[in-house]
């Protein structure tokens, strides 16, 4: 499955002041994320794929990092959040500030789940579940393809 690549993010996200406020939002037409986006990214993030579990970039990932959204590079998730679910998928207990993720019922595949976008792009990242560790209780099941990861 092909991520984006860090050095895209200054490419493909309009300038911001600073990396951590959902505000002000990106917005681009479907072509021009097409012609920003790598093919597997835009599938995923702007149309709403799904990756192959196990077969994805960061769900064995255990470095030390901040993962990011894939098309406008707005912080999303810390590795200090993510656990190993078993799922096949990089899974997160907490975004790094409520704020920074909206929630959309997905009533795709005959079932309802909650499904989690980039709330600076609109991005579709993945669902949340509530089946995750304390202290929340909840399953971030995010798609690699979504995120871009920066080591620290």
Same mark, same amino acid.
């Given at each position: 499955?092909?991520? &984006?690549?860090?050095?895209?993010?200054?490419?493909? =996200? =309009? +300038?911001? *002041? /600073?990396?951590?406020? %959902?505000?002000?939002?990106?917005?681009?037409?479907?072509?021009? #994320?097409? !012609?920003?986006? %790598?093919?597997?990214?835009?599938?995923? $993030?702007?149309?709403?794929?799904?990756? +192959? $579990?196990?077969?994805? *970039?960061?769900?064995?990932?255990?470095?030390? !990092?901040?993962?990011?959204? *894939?098309?406008?590079?707005?912080?999303?998730?810390?590795?200090? =959040?993510?656990? /190993?679910?078993?799922?096949? #998928?990089?899974?997160?207990? $907490? %975004?790094? *500030? %409520?704020?920074?993720?909206?929630?959309?019922?997905?009533?795709?595949?005959?079932?309802?789940?909650?499904?989690? =976008?980039? &709330?600076?792009? /609109? $991005?579709?990242?993945?669902?949340?579940?509530?089946?995750? +560790?304390? +202290?929340?209780?909840?399953?971030?099941?995010?798609?690699?393809?979504?995120?871009?990861?920066?080591?620290?």
């Amino acid at each position: 499955m092909e991520t &984006a690549n860090p050095n895209q993010l200054s490419e493909v =996200a =309009a +300038p911001q *002041a /600073d990396n951590t406020s %959902p505000t002000p939002k990106v917005v681009k037409t479907k072509e021009e #994320w097409r !012609g920003l986006l %790598p093919a597997g990214v835009y599938r995923v $993030a702007r149309e709403s794929g799904t990756e +192959p $579990a196990f077969r994805n *970039a960061y769900n064995g990932i255990h470095d030390k !990092g901040v993962f990011q959204c *894939a098309c406008c590079g707005l912080e999303l998730f810390t590795s200090e =959040a993510k656990f /190993d679910s078993g799922t096949g #998928w990089p899974s997160f207990f $907490a %975004p790094i *500030a %409520p704020e920074r993720v909206l929630d959309h019922q997905d009533t795709s595949y005959g079932m309802i789940r909650d499904e989690v =976008a980039c &709330a600076r792009c /609109d $991005a579709h990242l993945g669902h949340v579940f509530d089946d995750g +560790p304390q +202290p929340t209780g909840l399953r971030y099941c995010m798609n690699s393809a979504s995120l871009v990861f920066s080591q620290k």
